[in-house]
């Protein structure tokens, strides 16, 4: 299902994570920030 979508967004500039959230947010796509890795790989379900 489509709804069911999201993009994974890692940077460690604040700044750019902010913006990727909004151009990503805008455009209707659900987005997590993420300011290292290994944040993301402990979020991820596998």
């Known amino acids: 299902m489509e709804a069911d ?3 994974f967004a890692v940077d460690d ?3 750019v ?3 990727l959230e909004r ?3 805008v455009n209707n796509i ?3 920030s993420f300011t290292t890795p290994t944040a ?3 979020r ?3």
Request: aromatic content about 4%.
């Open 5 to 7: 979508l999201r993009v």
């Open 13 to 15: 500039d604040p700044g």
């Open 17 to 19: 994570l902010r913006a």
């Open 23 to 25: 151009m990503l947010r």
């Open 30 to 32: 659900a987005v997590e």
């Open 40 to 42: 993301i790989l402990e």
């Open 44 to 46: 991820a379900s596998y």
